[in-house]
Each structure stands twice: as C-alpha cells, then as structure tokens.
C-alpha cells in the first residue's frame, strides 16, 4: 500500500480502516497456514511447517499394513541354470583324519551362487581395413569400417550409453560423470565431450520424439502440465503432454500461449485435455477437464483460512464423485445412470449456494484506487467451481477422463529433481536435448520397454521399440 493510498483509507473513516487492517492481517496469517496439503506449494516447502493433520489431507486410508499383502507372491533373488564359472569346494580330510583324493562318493551337492558384476574394464577393438590390388586387372580395393566407426580412436556403444543413462536417466552432472568413468575405468573423458555424446544422441532422437508427439496429439485424452527451470541463469520453463503411454517434454523460455503453440500440440489438439486451471489452457478449441487435486487442496486452503465450512463439503462432494466412479468402474459399467449424475449436480450446486450465504458479499471498490478490485481466494474459488461445472466434473461423464492430472505432474516432477541434482541448464540447446531424451527413456518406462536397450538404439542411429 502507497501513501497515498493509505490517505485515501484514512479519509473514509475508522471503520474502513479497521475493515482493511483486518483484511490484511487475515490475508498474511492465511499464507502462513498454506503447506503441500492446502495449496499447490511442493512438499519441499512443508520443511519448518506443522505436519498436515488427517483431517486436511486428501488422501484416503486404504486400510492396509505397509509392505507385501496376503496372497502376495513375494520375489526372490533367482539362481541362475547356467552360472558362468563354477568353483568345486572339495574338503581336505575327514573327521577320521582320512585324507580325500576325489575318488570318494559324492552323497550329494548344496549349491550356493553369488551374482556379481565383472571388474570394470575398458575393452578396445581395433578395426583393420587392408587395401588390396587385384591381381587381374590391378585395381585397389579396400575393405570397409563398420556404420558408425568414422573417427582414428573413438567410444563405442556401451561408453556413450552409458554416459546418457548417468546424466539423462539418472541426472548426474557432466562434471561428476567424468569422475565416475575415471575412477571406474580409468578413462578421461572431457565434459565437452559428455556433451557432444549427448548431443549427437539427442539428434538420433528426433523422429522418435515427433513420433510421439503426433500419438499425444492424436489421443482422445492427454494431460498437460509445466513448471519453472532455470537456463542461462534466467527462469524458464518446461512443459510437457503425456498419456498412460507416451511422454513429451519441451523447453520454452516463457509459459503461456506462445510456449503452447511453439509445442505443436494443443493447437491441433482435438481430444479432452486434462489440466490445471491456467488460463493459457482454454485459449485452444479442445474439450477440458480441470484436475480435481488441485480443488480438494484449494478447498482445503480456503478452510484453513478463514474456517468457514463449505469448502470441506465440496471436498466431500467431490471425493463421492470419485467413489462412485471408481465403483461403477469396478463392476465393468461404462457410465453412470442419469439419476445418479442429476443427483450428483443438485449436491454440488447445493454446497456451491450454501457457500455463498456462508461468506460475506464480495469487497467493492476501494475510491480513488485503480483496476479490479481483489475478490479474495475463497471468492475466486467458489467462482470457478460455479462457472466451469461442466469441465469439473466430466471425469463422470466421461470414463475415460481421470479425476487429477497426476499422470503429468508425476511426469514434470523428473525435472524437478533434475534441477535438485545437477542444476539448470547452460544452453537453450542443451535443455532441448535434455527433453528429448526424456521423452524417449519416459516413454519407454511407460510401455515396459527397457530403457538402456532404447538407448543403445538411439546411439545406434535406429528407432527404439515402442508403440506410438
């Protein structure tokens, strides 16, 4: 608040000013109270924070003891029937002081195996191309390198493989990858030349990458997410569209709609997209699901805040929903009933009217002060779930739309720990890069297909064996 500001309170009296000083007391205590479980904050920010009580966490209790449940089949170590070495443990002598020769009886054989890796070791292959001069008619001909090996001394497969399973899988920094090739197989390799591994993979990616950019695009249902990164020491940002089975990241130096368009998915996109309620979203022409987490913990937040008691029953409300799908899933139905979804809507707009009596009219306009007045979070939020029913709860009309948008914010969340670990990017061509790959290994994942064998594909210059 400016001075001038404040003059223009002061001269409308003390119960206006009182009115505002409450306001804002009201509006800094209630971000006091806001942790993982009431708002959209990361879990990472709860450090310090009283723990969330079961009360105000949306989780449901199944009811079950951690780790392996009744009829579970457990899983062991398995031996292996064909070991590749195989050591004899022939006793010396017996008790009786008779020394074995190997000629005795064998009574029978216990077998213990141990499963380890061999010693790391550098294996180098030498290619040889001999020229020869035909003896006929005098030509020379000379023999030819296998695809790939075009350099005098170079890494092979498994080398560059490996490199990228260490940064892009499992997001070690260049520095401490070099270290880790030094210690292990005592071989230098260069960052610049960690870099230019990943690069040039990255460049075999691409028709992977556009492959699964048109199966996101042409899917009935894709969710849709982004969050902060840091490139060239500047706040960016990463977005990224996945299905159950295809993943695709992109970097953009800003958020909204031009970082959507420059995606090349949304403005084709056809399908429900499921997201969270940013604006830049509903600027494409497509049929939206807004993720219903994210209204279980604004309710939760508005509660918090003011103690007002509508929002704990729309939470209620929305968790029935929920409920009643999953049910109806369970028993092989492919909808709910009409009575069940006109019952289901007169709730909802109960609790929605039950709120708006609860709470005080919306503030008007301050004199004198410019732009909109500042309705307040609960008033926003019980606006939305006015305005956007429809897009709220098509998770019950439609089977095939989620209740959350967890699916992406599981996805966006690799970046994330990326960042925690190695840090931003350098380049705008090096978060690309990064995207790239992770839109083939997260894919891979999804479709149960082994991640370094798509690797080793990409270094080979194929296409990995996924589904698009």
Known sequence: MTREEFQRLYALGPDACWKAV???????????????????FPPSTDLGKPKRSETNN????SGRK???????AGATLPASDSPDKIIELIPERCACGHRFDGNETVVSVECRQVRDLPEPTIETTQYQAPTFQCRH?????????????????????????????LHVVNFIPYARVAEFFKDWYGIGISVGTLRNIVEGVAQNAQQSVNDIKAGIGNSTVAHFDETGSRCCGNREWD?????????????????????????????????TAVHDHWSAYYTYDCRHSMCCAHLLRDNQGVHD????????????????????VDDAKSKGHK????????????????????????????????????????????QCLIDRLDAHVDQILRFMYDFEVPFDNNLAERDIRMDKLKQKISGGFRSQQGAKDFCDLRSVIS??????????????????????????
């Open 137 to 165: 008619c005098g030509q020379h001909s000379k023999g030819e390198f296998p695809e790939g090996v075009s350099s005098p001394v170079q890494y092979g497969q498994n080398v560059r493989a490996l490199a990228i399973s």
């Open 58 to 61: 949306s989780r449901v209790r």
């Open 239 to 271: 977005h990224v569209a996945s299905t159950k089975t295809l993943t695709f990241y992109h970097h953009n130096e800003r958020r909204g709609q031009i970082a959507m368009d420059d995606m090349g998915i949304l403005c084709l996109f056809t399908g």
């Open 22 to 40: 409450n306001t804002r007391i009201s509006e800094l205590e209630g971000r006091l109270k806001r942790n993982s479980g009431n708002s959209h």
């Open 305 to 324: 805040e003011s103690g007002w008691r509508w929002p704990l029953k729309m939470k209620e409300v929305l968790k029935n929903g929920k409920s009643m």
């Open 443 to 468: 894919t891979s994942r999804k479709q149960a297909v082994s991640v370094m064998n798509a690797i080793i594909d990409l270094v080979n210059r194929r296409m990995p064996n996924f589904q698009t």
């Open 335 to 378: 909808g709910l009933s009409k009575s069940q979804l006109d019952n289901f809507k007169s709730r909802y707009r109960k609790v929605i009217a039950e709120g708006r009596a609860e709470m005080p009219p919306p503030p008007s306009a301050i004199p004198g002060k410019r732009g909109r007045t500042a309705k307040g979070k609960a």
């Open 66 to 72: 951690p780790g392996g449940q009744p009829g579970h």
